[in-house]
């Protein structure tokens, strides 16, 4: 079956760690997305990439990096600086960067900072 | 930069009751699309509108997009405890990323 998978599901840290939060596709899609969702709240785009070795900050991007060196895999580091982040993760990839293209989402990694 | 605003941001419903949410941007839109998310679960794609005016129905879900297209609507006829979830929409303008509302979460009483 082809689709997104993020691990993990769950994750806990500690404040001043560092997490990787990791997003695979085998959609064949060229353009994958990290947004960021708060309890109640929309979709914030944190980070997209619309084809390998490129990306773009979205809204929210401060304290968080990314990488694209492959173009199944898309991991979200939410670094030390970024100042709230406990939140619930989500990665998803479209056929293209197009804004009318339609989203596949993952199931989504849910961070709590203790 | 773009806006999208969603109206009501909560609904309590009987079950067999109707329900509408509304999805207004600041900005016209090329297309909206709408997404349903489950409790504790991920948003999935639902439907998108392109044309002004557009109309579209999918069973008891019936999606307009505005003359302007500058607003949608997602209405629900006869709700069921299956429809209960958030209810996303998500504009796009002239080729920029997808700017999602707030959402709209639906509570439907047995």
């Known amino acids: 079956d082809g689709g997104i998978t993020q691990s993990p599901k769950y994750l806990f840290r500690k404040e001043g760690q560092n997490v990787t939060l990791s997003c695979e596709q085998n959609?064949?899609?060229?353009?994958m997305y990290w947004y960021r969702q708060d309890p109640g709240q929309g979709l914030r785009l944190i980070y997209y990439s619309q084809i390998v070795n490129d990306f773009q900050k979205g809204d929210i991007a401060e304290g968080y990096s990314v990488s694209r060196e492959k173009k199944e895999s898309f991991p979200l580091t939410v670094t030390s600086a970024q100042k709230n982040p406990t939140a619930f993760y989500l990665c998803a990839s479209s056929i293209s960067g197009s804004g009318a293209n339609v989203l596949t989402f993952g199931a989504g990694s849910r961070l709590t900072v203790l | 930069g773009q806006q999208v605003m969603q109206i009501p941001q909560y609904q309590h419903v009987q079950e067999g009751e109707d329900f509408t949410t509304y999805c207004n941007s600041s900005t016209t839109l090329s297309n909206i699309q709408w997404y349903k998310q489950r409790p504790g679960g991920h948003p999935v794609f639902l439907i998108q509108?392109?044309?002004?005016?557009e109309v579209k129905k999918q069973k008891r879900l019936t999606f307009q997009f505005g003359e302007a297209k500058k607003n949608s609507s997602l209405h629900i006829t006869a709700t069921q405890t299956t429809d209960v979830g958030t209810y996303f929409c998500a504009g796009n303008n002239a080729g920029n990323m997808l700017t999602f509302g707030g959402g709209t979460r639906l509570m439907v009483k047995p």
């Open positions: 959609l064949n899609h060229d353009a």
């Open positions: 509108l392109v044309k002004s005016g």
